[in-house]
């Protein structure tokens, strides 16, 4: 398999000038695998040859290897912390110091569940917030997903997470889907940026970085182990000091090999070694 996974690399740098090779080659053959039974074929020597001869496959796979699932408050004990314990003592600081805006970063926000979901957080904390203002700066790199993230529109499936509550406060149903309220557009600015360019280190829009927050979840992961370096390099150069990192459950191992340390066990909430909380 290693082989044909280098060939489909090879095949899709020349003929799409699409460089593939950046992700983890288990994930590249899981989708290979995956793409190889939809297509009924046992060989990946002839999957090879179909993507030779077939552009509707090709694009098939391109689209297999941009994950973009997503869901509201995705990791439980991730948005409990960030609830009870995290925010509220961003909040309480913010209002000491006399600073008046948070900012958070969601990398890779997909359709924009996330970031919604942490607009909802702060819009429940927005009585006691002081004039603390939340700004949270949405970037991915297809334009296609920001689109939907800005519509606003998800499934039902989606909001599985989601109180009936905050259903009722913040989504307006409209037959098999769900709409979300307009008072959350105001928390979010969402904007293309791709985390692998050598071209800046956050999103032109944040025009400075300094997030209290970034969240990275659930995409770590899918590259090599240079790309997650380079991609945890970016979110620490915008880290403001005694910022957070929060990535996906299953990567805690990955962030604590690059000198983060969990806040709160299987979090996914990290800092730099050398922050002091």
């Known amino acids: 398999m290693k082989n044909e996974i280098k060939k489909a690399i090879d095949f899709l740098l020349e003929s ?25 074929l046992s060989s990946a ?30 990791n439980t004990l991730t948005f409990a912390y960030l609830e009870k314990v995290l925010l509220p003592a961003i909040i309480e600081k913010k209002k000491k110091n006399g600073e008046k805006e948070i900012r958070i970063w969601s990398a890779a926000c997909a359709g ?40 606003g529109i998800f499934q039902s499936a989606s909001l599985n997470k989601v109180s009936l509550k905050r259903i009722q406060n913040y989504f307006v149903q409209q037959g098999e889907t769900y709409t979300i ?13 791709d985390l692998l360019s050598g071209h800046g280190f956050c999103p032109p829009e944040s025009i400075y970085g300094n997030f209290d927050i970034v969240f990275c979840s659930n995409l770590l992961f899918y590259y090599k ?53």
């Open 16 to 40: 799409q000038n699409t460089d593939i090779s950046k992700y983890d080659e288990s994930f590249l053959k899981k989708i290979l695998e995956t793409r190889m039974s939809a297509r009924m």
């Open 45 to 74: 020597g002839d999957y090879c040859d179909l993507l030779n001869s077939d552009r509707n496959e090709i694009t098939a796979l391109l689209k297999s290897l941009n994950i973009s699932f997503s869901e509201f408050f995705r």
């Open 112 to 151: 924009g569940q996330e970031a919604y979901s942490i607009a909802i957080l702060f819009d429940e904390f927005i009585e006691n917030s002081n004039g603390v203002l939340c700004r949270i700066f949405a970037t991915d790199i297809s334009n296609s997903e920001l689109e939907n993230a800005k519509k």
């Open 181 to 193: 309220s307009n008072r959350l557009a105001k928390y979010i600015e969402f904007s293309v940026f």
């Open 225 to 277: 182990p240079e790309y997650r370096k380079l991609i945890l390099e970016k979110t620490d150069h915008c880290l403001a000091p005694n910022g957070y990192l929060i990535t996906g459950e299953s990567e805690c191992d990955i962030v604590a090999k690059h000198h983060y340390r969990e806040i709160f066990p299987a979090s996914a909430i990290f800092q730099r070694n050398n922050f002091e909380r």
